[in-house]
T-cell receptor, first 112, second 113 residues
Framework: EAGVAQSPRYKIIEKRQSVAFWCNPISGHATLYWYQQILGQGPKLLIQFQNNGVVDDSQLPKDRFSAERLKGVDSTLKIQPAKLEDSAVYLC??????????FGQGTRLTVV | GNSVTQMEGPVTLSEEAFLTINCTYTATGYPSLFWYVQYPGEGLQLLLKATKADDKGSNKGFEATYRKETTSFHLEKGSVQVSDSAVYFCALTRDQAGTALIFGKGTTLSVSS
C-alpha cells in the first residue's frame, strides 16, 4: 500500500516570500491533516479536512496560511508571506477513521 | 483543552536495559491515547494505542496501559535494542468526537551496544 506522499522534501526561502506544499493521501482516506512540527517540539495541528470540507482550522494562522483540498483527494498548504518563525517540518497525515493516522515524511521548510 | 506532558530526554540506555518513558495527560471525557515513533530520517509511525481505560496497547515489545486514575500512559519495554533508538511521542485525541491529535514534545531514546 502506498503511503502518504509529500513534496517537496526540503525548501529554503527568504522571509516574505511565498511557498506551497503538496500532499497526496493514502487512497480512500477521507480525513486529511496538516501538522506543523517546530524543532524540538511535537507536531501541532494546523488544519483537518473531511473529504473536501474543513473540519477544524482553529490553529491555522489565517492571515498568512491557507490550505485547500480540491476534489477531496490531494491537498496544498500555502504560506504567504513567510516569516522566520515558520521554519519547521510540515507533516501531512491521512486516516480512514479515528484509530490510526498515517503520516508522510514531511517537508522541511527553512526561512532565512 | 486536552493536553499531554511527557518526560524530557534524552534517555540514554545500554542494550537490554529496561525502558520507561512517562506520559501524563489532561483531558475532558475519554480520549484515545497513542505512542508514535520517529526513527532517524523517517516519518512518524504509530507504535501502539489504547482507546479506553485499562486497555493495554502493545507492539514490537513495547507496552503502555491507559490509566484513568493516574491520567497516565507510560511507555515500557523490558529489553531495548540499538534499533529502538528514535524519538517517541505521546499523543491523545483533541476532543471527544475528533480524530486530530495533540502531541507531547517527544523523548529521544539512544541505545548503545
Amino acid at each position: 500500500e502506498a503511503g502518504v506522499a509529500q513534496s517537496p522534501r526540503y525548501k529554503i526561502i527568504e522571509k516574505r516570500q511565498s511557498v506551497a506544499f503538496w500532499c497526496n493521501p493514502i487512497s480512500g482516506h477521507a480525513t486529511l491533516y496538516w501538522y506543523q512540527q517546530i524543532l524540538g517540539q511535537g507536531p501541532k495541528l494546523l488544519i483537518q479536512f473531511q473529504n473536501n470540507g474543513v473540519v477544524d482550522d482553529s490553529q491555522l494562522p489565517k492571515d498568512r496560511f491557507s490550505a485547500e483540498r480540491l476534489k477531496g483527494v490531494d491537498s496544498t498548504l500555502k504560506i504567504q508571506p513567510a516569516k522566520l518563525e515558520d521554519s519547521a517540518v510540515y507533516l501531512c497525515a491521512s486516516s480512514l477513521g479515528p484509530a490510526k493516522a498515517f503520516f508522510g515524511q514531511g517537508t522541511r521548510l527553512t526561512v532565512v | 483543552g486536552n493536553s499531554v506532558t511527557q518526560m524530557e530526554g534524552p534517555v540514554t540506555l545500554s542494550e537490554e536495559a529496561f525502558l520507561t518513558i512517562n506520559c501524563t495527560y489532561t483531558a475532558t471525557g475519554y480520549p484515545s491515547l497513542f505512542w508514535y515513533v520517529q526513527y532517524p530520517g523517517e516519518g512518524l509511525q504509530l507504535l501502539l494505542k489504547a482507546t479506553k481505560a485499562d486497555d493495554k496497547g502493545s507492539n514490537k515489545g513495547f507496552e503502555a496501559t491507559y490509566r484513568k486514575e493516574t491520567t497516565s500512559f507510560h511507555l515500557e519495554k523490558g529489553s531495548v535494542q540499538v534499533s529502538d533508538s528514535a524519538v517517541y511521542f505521546c499523543a491523545l485525541t483533541r476532543d471527544q468526537a475528533g480524530t486530530a491529535l495533540i502531541f507531547g514534545k517527544g523523548t529521544t531514546l539512544s541505545v548503545s551496544s
